[in-house]
């Protein structure tokens, strides 16, 4: 038997997310590897699974959990063997596979990365896929500012979201590499907890995310957005002349309130980042560059721990804003 979270929706009791005990007969016969999950994490949409307030899990009974790492107890994949340790984002898992807030997992072994040498099951989940795509969107930032030939200090980047998990990380993967971040937050009372990662300079995000103009003062070299609406629309509006935007996330709002103003005069890039199923090749990339990249004081510093039983509560708050980085949930404890 195992602890695991578990959503259910039936015609008297509505949606419902508990913590329950299952048999390991009971994990999907779908998967080829089964892994012992040792740590998961709670995200945005995990916040969602757990609540039902948006529709991402789309088969019942399922265990929520975008994100888990562990270690492999059984496999009929060839890439993985007993003892092997793992870490899985996405591709569906959590939404419509059995996810990783348990304590055991079976997935496809076409969906694990392995866990890089000098991470932990813990420093992986820390990161979880909020970590994972932040990084997915500063890769694709570099890329644009090497083929621009534009150098780390030459000019600002905006992070919004900045109190957030993805937001947290792209502050301390950009700061790290010697750019001047600045942190768009509604929580301007974190200020000091968004400099000690690495912020040059922390807004209030409102300035932000109320409707404006087309085209605004050129400002950032580049941008992680992680709100989306007018956010996003205003951060385009902004961008430097031949700079780039990089948008991974809807905590405002999934419409775009835009102008192509800023893309036909000022040759502005918007670049869209999908996490859940990017190829292998680039999660492993992503992966390898956060474990190389990334300080892990600051990841620390961003991080609280939580146990399964806990996670039941932490679906409503991150949805509300009031979780500050990143959860990362001990299945064991
Ligand atoms: P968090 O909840 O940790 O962070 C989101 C942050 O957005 C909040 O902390 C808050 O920051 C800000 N925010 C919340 N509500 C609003 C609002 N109404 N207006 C403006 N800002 C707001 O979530 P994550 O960092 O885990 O994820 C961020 C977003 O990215 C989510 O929408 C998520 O679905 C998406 N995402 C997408 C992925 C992909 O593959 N494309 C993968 C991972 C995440 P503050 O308090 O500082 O203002």
Same mark, same amino acid.
């Given at each position: 038997m195992f602890k695991a979270l578990l959503v259910n929706k039936t015609d008297d009791a509505g949606y419902t997310c508990s913590l329950t005990e299952l048999d390991e007969s009971q994990l999907p016969a779908s998967g080829d590897v #089964? @892994?012992? @999950?040792? %740590?998961? #994490?709670?995200? =945005?949409?995990?916040? $969602? +699974?757990? #609540?039902?307030?948006?529709? &991402? &899990?789309? *088969?019942?009974? $399922? @265990?929520?959990?975008?994100d888990f790492a562990g270690t492999v107890t059984a496999s009929d994949h060839p890439n993985w063997k007993a003892g092997d340790q793992v870490l899985l984002n996405g591709f569906g898992v959590g939404e419509s596979h059995w996810g990783g807030l348990a304590q055991m997992a079976r997935v496809k072994g076409? %969906?694990?990365? !392995?866990l890089p040498h000098v991470l932990s099951a813990r420093d992986a989940m820390a990161l979880g896929t909020a970590g994972y795509t932040a990084m997915l969107c500063v890769q694709a930032l570099q890329r644009h500012w090497e083929a621009a030939g534009v150098k780390p200090g030459s000019g600002e980047v905006l992070v919004t979201g900045a109190g957030g998990g993805v937001g947290g990380v792209a502050i301390a993967l950009l700061a790290g590499m010697g750019h001047a971040v600045v942190a768009s937050t509604g929580r301007l009372e974190e200020g000091v907890y968004l400099k000690a990662l690495g912020a040059a300079e922390v807004?209030?995000?409102?300035?932000?995310? !109320?409707?404006?103009?087309p085209m605004q003062k050129e400002r950032w070299i580049g941008?992680?957005? *992680? &709100?989306? *609406?007018?956010?996003? !629309?205003?951060?385009?509006? *902004?961008?430097? =002349?031949?700079?780039a935007v990089a948008a991974c996330g809807l905590a405002q709002g999934m419409d775009f309130p835009a102008s192509v103003a800023p893309f036909i005069l000022r040759g502005v890039t918007l670049y869209g980042i999908d996490s859940v199923m990017a190829p292998l090749a680039k999660?492993? +990339?992503a992966w390898q560059q956060l474990a190389r990249d990334l300080d892990r004081s600051k990841l620390e510093s961003i991080t609280k721990e939580i146990g399964l039983a806990e996670a039941l509560q932490a679906g409503p708050a991150i949805l509300a804003g009031q979780v500050r980085g990143r959860l990362v949930v001990n299945v064991n404890a």
């Open positions: #089964t @892994v012992r @999950v040792e %740590w998961s #994490t709670i995200n =945005y949409k995990d916040g $969602l +699974a757990i #609540t039902g307030q948006a529709p &991402v &899990v789309r *088969s019942f009974p $399922l @265990v929520p959990g975008i076409d %969906w694990l990365v !392995a807004i209030e995000r409102s300035g932000l995310s !109320a409707p404006g103009k941008v992680v957005d *992680s &709100v989306g *609406s007018h956010t996003l !629309a205003n951060a385009c509006a *902004s961008t430097r =002349y031949g700079g999660r492993e +990339a």
